[in-house]
């Protein structure tokens, strides 16, 4: 009898033990990736709590509401998982410059109910300028249409360093990204295209002032 009973309550610990842990894991998981598709490691409480330090550094984050910074981080973590990130000419990637990378990319993409950029799949962060010998040129980023984004580390610190010279080296690349795909055939929220063609039309006559030097930028 006093086995059956040991057995029994063997039983019903494992019961528990599995439901807590199914909580946990679906609560972790539905925080992180905000959808059904699978991502590529378990992140926990504290790892979320590191990467909100992290991002004390950009203004864009801590200026939104509490609500806002959890939609922020989110996003951040699930578009960090879903990429690769590798380091060249000797740099090597850390986890704060993959979560200040994906930060950029969820500041650019914030109001858009998509935001992983699927098209992209490897981040190459470069110390700093670095050669391209397709282009043969020396560059501070880049984006490719076989899914590449590149870019100078150095050169993307630099973008946030100072909120008001309009130069930010994340955003820019991410922006190619963003009509990359979007010219591929990705509408984003179902008007992003037409308003991105208006956009075109509005703004080409200031862009071209800007390329000949008749106003500055």
């Keep these: 009898?006093?086995?059956?009973?040991?057995?029994?309550?063997?039983?019903?610990?494992?019961?528990?033990?599995?439901?807590?842990?199914?909580?946990?894991?679906?609560?972790?998981?539905?925080?992180?990736?905000?959808?059904?598709?699978?991502?590529?490691?378990?992140?926990?409480?504290?790892?979320?709590?590191?990467?909100?330090?992290?991002?004390?550094?950009?203004?864009?984050?801590?200026?939104?509401?509490?609500?806002?910074?959890?939609?922020?981080?989110?996003?951040?973590?699930?578009?960090?998982l879903s990429k690769d990130f590798d380091g060249r000419d000797g740099l090597q990637v850390t986890e704060e410059m993959k979560v200040l990378v994906s930060a950029a990319a969820a500041q650019l993409l914030f109001g858009l109910p998509q935001y992983r950029l699927s098209s992209f799949y490897n981040i190459r962060i470069f110390p700093s300028i670095f050669y391209s010998r397709l282009m043969n040129v020396?560059?501070?980023?880049?984006?490719?249409?076989?899914?590449?984004?590149?870019?100078?580390?150095?050169?993307?610190?630099?973008?946030?360093?100072?909120?008001?010279?309009?130069?930010?080296?994340?955003?820019?690349?991410?922006?190619?990204?963003?009509?990359?795909?979007?010219e591929g055939g990705d509408d984003y929220s179902g008007a992003f295209a037409t308003y991105m063609e208006n956009w075109d039309l509005i703004s080409r006559e200031t862009f071209l002032q800007v390329q000949h030097d008749q106003i500055p930028f």
């Excluded at 946990?24 to 709590?49: N, R």
């Excluded at 550094?57 to 509490?66: D, G, P, T």
């Excluded at 020396?138 to 150095?154: A, D, E, F, N």
């Design 138 to 182: 020396h560059m501070k980023g880049g984006t490719t249409r076989g899914g590449v984004i590149m870019l100078s580390w150095k050169d993307f610190l630099a973008g946030y360093a100072d909120g008001s010279d309009k130069l930010n080296l994340g955003l820019h690349e991410f922006g190619h990204a963003l009509r990359i795909e979007v």
């Design 1 to 80: 009898m006093e086995v059956v009973v040991g057995i029994f309550v063997i039983l019903c610990f494992m019961v528990i033990l599995f439901l807590i842990m199914n909580t946990v894991g679906t609560f972790l998981f539905k925080m992180i990736s905000g959808s059904g598709e699978p991502v590529k490691a378990s992140i926990t409480t504290e790892d979320v709590q590191r990467f909100a330090m992290m991002l004390d550094r950009f203004a864009y984050f801590k200026n939104l509401s509490n609500e806002g910074k959890k939609k922020f981080l989110q996003r951040t973590v699930d578009f960090m």
